[in-house]
């Protein structure tokens, strides 16, 4: 049996709490938002009884990790640095770095920027994309009527007093409006958090929360979730998109850069994502930056938090992936 630990670890200038299972190569595990590490509850298991060492920690700002004060320390260059100190506190030299949403974003950039420590990545929900030719604030729309959900959260204080009204029923919404349970995403009437917030109302006002849960969570499961929010709020998770433009601007000196590492990316059918506009170009196009991508790989009926949704497919493709390139 092998058995759960959990630590904090002191890594560039902050603490960060850490879940971790098994023993042999080591896997970073990165969640998104509105997460923490127990997203990966079901691939911890599937990846020690495989034989690696897997290790999730709760990102900076979340959950039992420390939170920075200032709002600029959110970059995910900032990210980066952290899971490079992490992997030198495992005592290893290198890590296959995986991702879902916010945490894909953060699994690219390392696998891009530091080779010589992530020696594969595997994403999920969020593809590797090129650097827009303008900053995100100036790219994502704004009407008269509404705005873009990353222009509602940049507003300080505004969707925090939002979500940390309620968080179980906060939670509950994002989670079912996201998932594959709420219905496929060409249809209009299927609730999507991640899109255009109507000016003067909030990002909940649109989004039905659910009598009961989806299959894929359990109430213990949404309790974990709910005390850590209530425990650290969301300030910490709204400052990874506070600073957007400031990624943009620092990513310049990656500019035409590949990520040369083995990849492998996996999406739910359901996904949120792939209901923005060329975001299945932008997939297609993904071996032209990312040349030893391994497989793409779309989950069927699942939505946007894969890992959780279909524990089972996103376990046996890692497995998979790692089996097959990196065991050793």
């Known amino acids: 049996m092998v058995s759960l630990e959990t630590r904090d670890v002191n890594v560039n200038g902050i603490r960060l709490h850490v879940t971790a299972m098994g023993k042999g190569p080591l896997v970073l595990l990165c969640h998104g938002f509105p997460e923490t590490s127990h997203v990966w509850r079901h691939q911890l298991t599937a990846l020690a ?3 690696f060492r897997a290790v999730a920690p709760d990102l900076r700002g979340y959950g039992g990790s420390e939170c920075p004060s200032d709002v600029a320390a959110f970059t995910t260059m900032d990210a980066v640095g952290d899971l490079v100190a992490l992997v030198e506190s ?16 953060i699994a690219w950039l390392a696998a891009q920027l530091r080779p010589d420590v992530f020696r594969a990545v595997a994403a999920l929900g969020v ?20 705005v873009f959900y990353t222009h509602y959260f940049n507003e300080t204080g505004l969707a925090e007093q939002e979500f940390e009204r309620d968080v179980s029923a906060t939670l509950r919404a994002i989670y079912f409006a996201a998932s594959g349970q709420a219905g496929p995403r060409n249809d209009p009437k299927t609730p999507n958090p991640f899109g255009m917030v109507a000016n003067g109302r909030g990002l909940l006002d649109l989004l039905p929360v ?43 000196a990656l500019d035409g850069k590949n ?43 699942a939505g946007h938090w894969l890992q959780q949704e279909a524990p089972q497919d996103v376990n046996k493709a890692l497995v998979d992936f790692l089996q097959g390139n990196l065991e050793g």
């Open 210 to 252: 659910p009598d009961g849960l989806p299959p894929w969570l359990t109430e213990s499961d949404l309790d974990a979730f709910v005390r850590s929010f209530k425990s650290s709020g969301f300030r910490g998770g709204l400052n990874y998109y506070r600073n957007l433009d400031r990624n943009w601007a620092l990513q310049a």
């Open 127 to 146: 593809p590797m994309m090129r650097r827009a030719a303008v900053m995100p604030s100036h790219l994502f729309p704004r009407t008269e009527s509404a």
């Open 49 to 51: 009884q495989a034989g």
């Open 90 to 105: 495992e005592n290893a030299k290198s890590a296959v770095i995986v991702g879902g949403d916010w945490g894909a974003n």
């Open 259 to 301: 990520v040369e590492v083995p990849a492998l990316f996996l999406v739910g059918e359901r996904d949120t994502g792939l209901a923005i506009p060329g975001m299945g170009r932008i997939i297609q196009a993904m071996p032209e930056i990312v040349p030893r991508l391994r497989a793409t790989k779309i989950i069927p009926g």
